[in-house]
């Protein structure tokens, strides 16, 4: 296993309350502001892989766009439907202003 830190955007790009879509070296990312914590986690919905920083984003859970599968931010689950399907979730920090995560890269 192979974890990278990687800078995804300057906190200033995201306001709390939004999502935005990052393409990190062919990597899916979707980034979230939620109060005083961002998330960052794979942005390919489980069911048909719908884009879910397009979807709704409501505390710390994205809705997806295309049929209303939902997830919780701060771990990943799907909670709608509730059936233990998950997405990766990334550790993330904040440095200067710059938002960075923790990418596992796999082998
Ligand atoms: S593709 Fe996300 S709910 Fe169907």
Redesign the pocket.
Known sequence: MSTERVPLLPISDLPPGTMRYLDIDGLPVGVAHVGATIYAFADT?R????SLSSGVLVDDTVT?P????TYRLSTGKAIVPPVGIRIPVYPTELVDGMIYAYIDWGD
């Open positions: 919905c069911h048909e892989g719908g997806c295309w049929h209303g599968w």
